[in-house]
């Protein structure tokens, strides 16, 4: 048996996760500004120089807040894409969709977004990755094999 014909017998649920790579220049520049921020808040404690004191608190807020802003915007560019024997689920922070096999017409991958146009209206979502990122190829090998189980290709 084939791995696509294993894939396709399978009842299995199978979950992709997609998600950006990790923002490790900003996580480190948010860093330096609260370790730079905290000794300046130290700096001007000790020395009772006020202006050190609130440029340092200035500059670890900015540090905290940069680093939150790349953890929002990993988390909501993140989506799951979860497969079964009846369909796909896609799910984002604040959004889930269900879209079953035979409701399917097409699925593509470009280099910024990913979209399954269906029946029932489909779905798009950004691409995380590159078009080219072995992530998203998985992803679109798992459909089409699931597809073509679906409407009977290859059996």
């Known amino acids: 048996m084939g791995e696509q014909d294993a894939r396709a017998a399978s009842p299995r649920t199978e979950m992709h996760l997609l998600a950006p790579r990790p923002p490790i220049r900003a996580y ?17 404690t000790v020395s009772t120089l006020q202006v ?8 670890l807020v900015l540090g905290v807040a940069l680093a939150l802003v790349a953890l929002i915007m990993v988390l909501r560019l993140s989506t799951t894409v ?11 922070i604040g959004h ?3 879209i079953p096999w035979a409701d399917i017409t097409a699925v593509k991958a470009t280099r910024h977004h990913f979209v399954v ?6 779905t ?10 072995k992530t998203v190829i ?18």
Request: charged letters at 25%; hydrophobic letters at 45%.
């Open 28 to 44: 480190a520049i948010a860093a330096g500004a609260a370790v730079v921020g905290t000794g300046l808040i130290v700096a001007g």
């Open 52 to 59: 050190v004191f609130v440029i340092g608190v200035i500059v």
């Open 82 to 92: 979860i497969m079964d024997r009846d369909g796909l689920e896609v799910r984002r």
């Open 96 to 98: 889930r969709q269900r």
């Open 117 to 122: 146009v269906a029946n029932s209206g489909g």
């Open 124 to 133: 798009e979502f950004v691409n995380p990755r590159d078009g080219e990122d």
């Open 138 to 155: 998985a992803l679109m090998t798992a459909i089409r094999d699931r597809l073509d189980a679906n409407r009977g290709y290859g059996s």
